[in-house]
């Protein structure tokens, strides 16, 4: 197995740009993941992200979930468990508007930290979004247009945290699933590793690297890409020595954005023959999402194929 892609951005506007467009290109269509450092966001910042994110799982959160643990009894769990994640977690909102003030046992402190990390996230989920173009051949600005709907695109965190789990073998820290929206941004734990994605049949570990943003592709950009690159899944295998930290943040499109195929990526002989990913509103693949996230992402997309939502032809501007 080759080695999990790291790329630096550090040279993205000088003399190493056309190397790492193919790093990009190369980790999109074959992995669906790779891991950016040198990507503008200040160590500073994020040691102060990570630093008030475990304080707060640990004063917040931590007595929380292990009585939540013990009251459904899956700390002396015999077989395995299907049905649930070991985690403890809460969510974010930034975009279209944020709910930061609103989520409560945050300190100060940790709110304004946590918008300030989130606008440099937002600023490079859309350079990342625009060297995608640019390697797809898409006029510069055609996926932040494409996410952008009536309001302007959904933004999110979900900060989770993985427990010290006493049985790895029976019970998943996050079951096997591709993410449903746009771009992925991680800030993951440099210390406690789990994050696995499946390539070619295998799990396979995205290495734990301090200050780095682990990035995949969701469902949308396989759908807007007509399958040029695809979303992949990954699971989070549970750990028996400490707590892994995990801020993931959701570059996704407007709830009424209308998702589909790019005219341009689109083949005609893949259209002749009905051979293209269906079309349809971001806010209702969500709701067909939610109850299936954890199965095969192909029988969502033929869902929509097979309903035949009439939402007009594809624009080609």
Same mark, same amino acid.
């Given at each position: ?5 790291? +790329? ?7 003399? &190493? ?16 993941? #790779?891991?950016? =450092? ?49 985690? !403890?977690?809460?969510? $974010?909102?930034? $975009?279209?508007?944020?709910?930061? !003030?609103? =989520? ?37 600005? %055609? ?27 029976? =019970? ?14 991680? #800030? ?40 040029? %690159?695809? !979303? ?14 995990? +801020? ?6 407007? !709830? ?19 051979? =293209?990913?269906?079309? #349809? ?12 996230? #954890?199965?095969?992402? &192909? ?19």
């Amino acid at each position: 197995m080759e080695n999990f892609p790291i +790329i630096s951005l550090e040279k993205i506007n000088g003399e &190493e740009r056309k190397v790492t467009m193919e790093k990009i290109k190369d980790a999109c269509e074959n992995w669906g993941f #790779f891991e950016l =450092v040198n990507h503008g966001i200040p160590h500073d910042l994020m040691d102060t992200v990570e630093r008030l994110t475990k304080d707060h799982y640990r004063k917040c959160m931590e007595q929380r979930f292990k009585d939540l643990m013990a009251s459904k009894g899956l700390d002396a769990v015999q077989t395995e468990v299907k049905d649930m994640d070991w985690e !403890s977690t809460f969510f $974010l909102r930034h $975009l279209p508007v944020s709910n930061i !003030s609103e =989520v409560p046992d945050l300190s100060d402190e940790y709110r304004k930290v946590m918008k300030e990390f989130a606008l440099k996230l937002e600023k490079l989920a859309e350079e990342l979004l625009d060297l995608l173009c640019e390697n797809l051949g898409l006029e510069k600005g %055609y996926l932040k247009k494409a996410f952008y709907g009536s309001k302007g695109p959904t933004f999110g965190t979900k900060v989770a945290n993985y427990p010290h789990c006493p049985k790895p073998d029976l =019970v998943k820290g996050l079951r096997a699933h591709t993410d449903a929206g746009g771009i992925i941004l991680l #800030f993951q734990d440099d210390k406690v590793s789990g994050l696995q994605l499946l390539k070619d049949g295998q799990w396979v570990d995205v290495p734990p690297m301090r200050h780095s943003i682990v990035i995949n592709l969701g469902d949308q950009l396989e759908v807007i890409t007509n399958g040029k %690159y695809k !979303s992949v899944e990954h699971r989070v295998i549970a750990q028996t020595d400490g707590t892994r930290m995990s +801020i993931a943040s959701f570059y996704n499109p407007g !709830s009424d954005a209308v998702i589909y195929p790019a005219p341009a990526l689109v083949e005609k002989e893949a259209e002749e023959k009905n051979q =293209v990913y269906p079309k #349809f509103v971001f806010e209702d693949y969500m709701k067909l999402y939610a109850g299936l996230k #954890f199965q095969a992402k &192909e029988p969502r997309f033929e869902a929509f194929k097979a309903s035949n939502v009439n939402l007009g032809p594809i624009a080609t501007a």
